[in-house]
């Protein structure tokens, strides 16, 4: 029987911890990465002098390059032609569907996921909105459909950059931007004719979207009012309250003075300078807005009186992953932006506390009013994607086709295997930041650091799995011993990447399972890059939880989504994803030979 040294024991304890944090989810993952670093160097098991290592690893310099040329991309106002086609087939809903799907897969194997998810998604809230239907049977073929597209190329996904690094350590050469089409293409395009035809079929129907001129679709709101002398509600019930105001109305806490009240009686008596902390429908919301009876808090007042005998609009939004929004109070979004903030939507929620106190998350989604200008102003400022439409959009400027080209250009050269990728694109970078088509600053800006710092530091422990011989180890005793067939091990790799990238970050399940397949490969005496290959996919197929992808958790709010319903067709997707990987992989890539 093996036994497990004592640097073993450590990095494993280190990386079950960490996994354990990354279900657990309460805490940053990159903080989480980091500090498994420094706990692993302090035990000894990573050499101090390997230990930033990782931070100057190609995939992490690709990664950068790529998020940088995705926002320039986005922000250029070169694919709006392509978007704009989009709405010929408004009137023909499967085929209008089959469309959006294929164009956020078509850009996600160019662009990070949420950019190209982010591109089409006003687009297809819109064409709900029209057509009057449930934007629950649009939103999560499109979010899964970003994820499939980025099956396809080297840098459609993070997952895949870092499989091909681990490629090139094990191989001496890394796979070339087009290898992963062979299974991932096919794959992704199986997977959007399921989502098509059959997927979306097997989502809950469910009332998200409101007739024209009506709020659009956000089945519940937060927000805070104020009685002031004046009203005619002093004096009143709650019940009275509720009832002079068409809709639902719950109040879920009551602030007099310095005392909090949670969840009052209905008999509770309303006095002047009452503050309540409301969830309403919209058609309750509406009536608020237009009632004399109260003040909604959120806004300065001076900010609402400003807006007297303007052309004042009110839009939802929501806040997508990488907004400067994420973390900070909603009363600070009073003091910085143009536009007023009326009400936040965030799914499964229990306010107790003032909206002011409120942290924006990822997903949340804002109500506001404010004049043109200023709403345009304020979701350039805070990145968030209008939901009403596409009459507000953030500003791009003069549309231009110079990052397209240079993006092109880098494309073909890693293709043509002229440059490796991280050279050709971080080569776009700096030419498009010298011809400044890109702004330096932006270019910072767009860069999401903590999945760098999640790469960066989770390399060397990878790394450190090897060194000791845990990876050896864990082959040896949970996969080699029981002699299963090779079609079999595929499967079981493939199902366990699937499902940790169900529950923490794709790129950190890559990180996690490489360098066991690599060294799976190596006890068989097989080649590795089916192995890779099994990882870089199951990495990538986030279907079952909307925790597992960021894009995931974009469609929850607008798409009316609850947890369980990923399951409805992330389940059977998955399954006809492991039947058909498989043997395609185990074809395209042969385990000898």
Request: proline share 6%; with cysteine; net charge neutral.
């Amino acid at each position: 029987m093996a036994f497990f040294t004592f640097d073993q024991v450590i990095i494993l304890s280190v990386l079950l911890g960490t996994l354990g944090m990354f279900v657990w989810g309460k805490i940053r993952y990159d903080l989480v990465a980091l500090s498994a670093l420094l706990i692993a160097c302090s035990s000894g098991v990573i050499p101090f002098e390997r230990a930033f290592l990782g931070f100057s690893h190609p995939a992490v310099i690709m990664t950068a390059c790529i998020l940088i040329l995705t926002n320039a991309l986005g922000q250029s106002g070169s694919l709006d032609l392509i978007i704009s086609h989009l709405h010929a087939f408004r009137n023909q809903p499967i085929l209008q569907l089959f469309v959006l799907v294929l164009g956020v897969a078509f850009c996600s194997a160019f662009m990070n996921n949420i950019g190209a998810l982010s591109l089409i998604l006003p687009i297809a809230i819109q064409y709900a909105h029209q057509t009057k239907i449930s934007p629950t049977f649009l939103l999560m073929p499109l979010s899964f459909a970003s994820l499939l597209g980025g099956l396809a190329t080297l840098i459609g996904t993070p997952p895949n950059i870092i499989i091909a690094n681990y490629r090139a350590e094990a191989e001496g050469q890394s796979f070339s931007m087009f290898d992963f089409a062979y299974v991932g293409g096919i794959i992704g395009l199986l997977g959007i004719f399921f989502i098509t035809l059959i997927g979306w079929r097997l989502l809950p129907k469910r009332r998200t979207s409101l007739e024209a001129g009506e709020m659009f679709h956000i089945r519940e709101y937060i927000t805070e009012i104020s009685i002031h002398s004046t009203s005619p509600l002093i004096g009143k019930t709650l019940f009275e309250f509720s009832e002079r105001i068409p809709g639902e109305i719950s109040v879920l806490t009551l602030f007099r003075g310095n005392n909090r009240i949670l969840c009052p009686s209905h008999t509770t008596i309303i006095q002047e300078d009452d503050i309540l902390v409301l969830e309403v429908e919209p058609t309750a919301l509406k009536k608020l807005f237009d009632s004399q009876a109260i003040h909604l808090l959120p806004g300065k007042p001076e900010k609402i009186e400003g807006m007297l005998g303007l052309d004042v609009k009110m839009i939802e939004a929501i806040i997508p992953p990488g907004s400067p929004l994420i973390d900070t109070s909603c009363k600070s979004f009073y003091k910085r932006f143009k536009s007023i903030l009326l009400a936040i939507s965030r799914k499964g929620q229990f306010y107790i506390e003032r909206m002011s106190s409120l942290r924006f998350e990822e997903g949340d989604i804002l109500l506001l009013q404010g004049t043109r200008k200023g709403l345009q102003d304020s979701l350039n400022s805070t990145g968030c994607l209008p939901l009403a439409g596409r009459e507000l959009q953030p500003v791009r400027g003069q549309i231009t086709y110079w990052p397209l080209g240079v993006f092109a250009c880098a494309i073909l050269l890693s293709s043509l295997n002229i440059l490796p990728p991280s050279i050709a694109f971080l080569s776009a970078v700096v030419i498009l930041i010298l011809l400044q088509k890109i702004k330096f600053k932006a270019a910072f800006e767009s860069i999401d650091f903590s999945i760098l710092i999640l790469i960066g530091s989770m390399f060397p422990l990878g790394e450190a799995l090897s060194m000791t011989g845990t990876t050896s180890m864990i082959v040896n005793t949970l996969l080699i011993q029981p002699n299963f067939p090779n079609y079999i091990l595929i499967t079981l790799l493939l199902v366990i990447c699937m499902l940790l990238s169900d529950v923490i970050n794709n790129a950190a399940t890559a990180l996690l399972m490489a360098p066991i397949a690599v060294e799976l490969a190596r006890n068989l005496g097989a080649s590795v890059d089916p192995f890779l290959i099994t990882v870089a996919v199951g990495s990538s197929c986030t279907f079952l939880t909307p925790i597992g992808h960021p894009s995931n958790m974009l469609v929850m709010g607008p798409g009316g989504y609850q947890f369980k319903d990923y399951w409805r067709i992330g389940l059977p997707l998955d399954i006809i994803i492991v039947i058909a990987a498989v043997p395609l992989i185990l074809y395209v890539w042969p385990l000898y030979g």
